[in-house]
Each structure stands twice: as structure tokens, then as C-alpha cells.
């Protein structure tokens, strides 16, 4: 079974600043795929960013990038220069064999001017 | 291209009732799920569907029914409202494709509540 843990309930972070939110995953699957969402207060789901577990390097898409340790079981995602708009919820999930996504519990972000 | 979309986008039930949600996709994607989203919670898988005419149960599956006729919709039936399916329904669709990037692409979700 697959299982996804997001430490951190709320975080707070100044706007220009850089902030990550932590996530530890566990898998048996051999091939695996990363993904964290945002869920601004409006409701719908927004694709940030993908890891796949054989990515050689690890992945970026503008402001987001991510932080995976194989390792460490860890797919932390790091946003750089925060911005007001970037208050939400963020979500960390995963898919193995069965393409179904597990998600962690969420990180409330609150970014302060 | 609308993407998935889901219908209603509100809706209160009493105990009791029985209801279906609806959810259509217009890119072709073999692969559709639900998942409800409760505080502090997170999304937890209710049902899932590989393909027309193939479901399985997720994480929450109980007091819940699903079918896949046609690869673009896939409703979720509650059989018999309770109090306990107060929650947000999303609708996610993607594609086959291993270990690639299988984007979920979901829908703008669906807020019930069972009185």
C-alpha cells in the first residue's frame, strides 16, 4: 500500500521569500510518479509539478521546483519568490501500478505581505 | 475543450435520498476516478475506472456505486444519502501511461450535503 505524509497542517511564509512544504512517501512499486497540486480557497485542483521515480533530475516548472530524495523517500516542493496568489492548499501525491492517486493531508500556505 | 466536467456543482440531499453525480471528459482519457475531500482529510479514493466498461473500489468505497458505458462519463451513484457523505466530490480523469506523467485533470467539484 501506498502511503503519503504531509508534516506540516499550516505554513507561513513572507511574499519574495522561498518556502518548502515537506513530503515523505512510501511505495513498494518500483515505478512511481510525484505530483503536487494546488487548491486555492476557490476549490479546483491545479497540476503544479511531476516527478517521475527514474527521472534522472529533478523536476521544475518556473517558480515550483522539487526536491526528491529516492532515498529519503521525500518529494518536498520548494516555491521561490512567494507570491500573495500563492496561498492554498497544497497537495503531495503519488500513483504506482494502479494509476489511482493517493494524496497526503494537505499544507495550508498563507503568504503574508 | 472542456476539460472534465462535473454536475452538480451544488447540492443537499435528506438522509435517505438517493442521487447521481455527474462526470464527463472530453479528452479521450481511459483512466477516471472519485475522490471526496473532507477536512483535514485530503482526497481519498472512492471508486476508479481503467476503461469503459471496468471499475474497481478505492479507499471509501462503501454506500457508493459506479459504471463506465462510454469512455467519456463516469457517475457516481449514492445509493442511500447519509449524513456521513457530507463532503466535496471530485471527478479526475487521466491517461495510460505507466510510469510516465499521468497528469490527473479534474473537474471543478461537487459540494453535497445530506441533511
Known amino acids: 500500500a501506498q502511503k503519503i505524509t504531509q508534516t506540516q497542517p499550516g505554513m507561513f511564509v513572507q511574499e519574495k521569500e522561498a518556502v518548502t512544504l515537506d513530503c515523505t512517501y512510501d511505495?513498494?512499486?518500483?515505478?512511481?510518479?510525484l505530483f503536487w497540486y494546488k487548491q486555492p480557497s476557490s476549490g479546483e485542483m491545479i497540476f503544479l509539478i511531476y516527478?517521475?521515480?527514474?527521472?534522472?533530475q529533478n523536476a521544475t516548472e518556473g517558480r515550483y521546483s522539487l526536491n526528491f530524495q529516492k532515498a529519503r523517500k521525500s518529494a518536498n516542493l520548494v516555491i521561490s519568490a512567494s507570491q500573495l496568489g500563492d496561498s492554498a492548499m497544497y497537495f503531495c501525491?503519488?500513483?504506482?501500478?494502479?494509476?489511482?492517486?493517493?494524496f497526503g493531508k494537505g499544507t495550508s500556505l498563507l503568504v503574508t505581505p | 475543450n472542456a476539460g472534465v466536467t462535473q454536475t452538480p456543482k451544488f447540492q443537499v440531499l435528506k438522509t435517505g435520498q438517493s442521487m447521481t453525480l455527474q462526470c464527463a471528459q472530453d479528452?479521450?482519457?481511459?483512466?477516471m476516478s472519485w475522490y471526496r475531500q473532507d477536512p483535514g482529510m485530503g482526497l481519498r479514493l472512492i471508486h476508479y475506472?481503467?476503461?469503459?466498461?471496468?471499475?474497481d473500489q478505492g479507499e471509501v468505497p462503501n454506500g457508493y456505486n459506479v459504471s463506465r458505458s462510454t469512455t467519456e462519463d463516469f457517475p457516481l451513484r449514492l445509493l442511500s444519502a447519509a449524513p456521513s457523505q457530507t463532503s466535496v466530490y471530485f471527478c479526475?480523469?487521466?491517461?495510460?501511461?505507466?510510469?510516465?506523467?499521468?497528469?490527473?485533470?479534474f473537474g471543478q467539484g461537487t459540494r453535497l450535503t445530506v441533511v
Open positions: 475506472s481503467v476503461g469503459a466498461g471496468i471499475t
Open positions: 501525491a503519488m500513483h504506482g501500478s494502479g494509476y489511482a492517486l493517493n
Open positions: 511505495t513498494s512499486d518500483p515505478s512511481y510518479g
Open positions: 516527478q517521475g521515480s527514474y527521472d534522472q
Open positions: 479526475a480523469s487521466s491517461k495510460e501511461g505507466g510510469w510516465m506523467n499521468t497528469e490527473a485533470f
Open positions: 479528452m479521450n482519457h481511459e483512466y
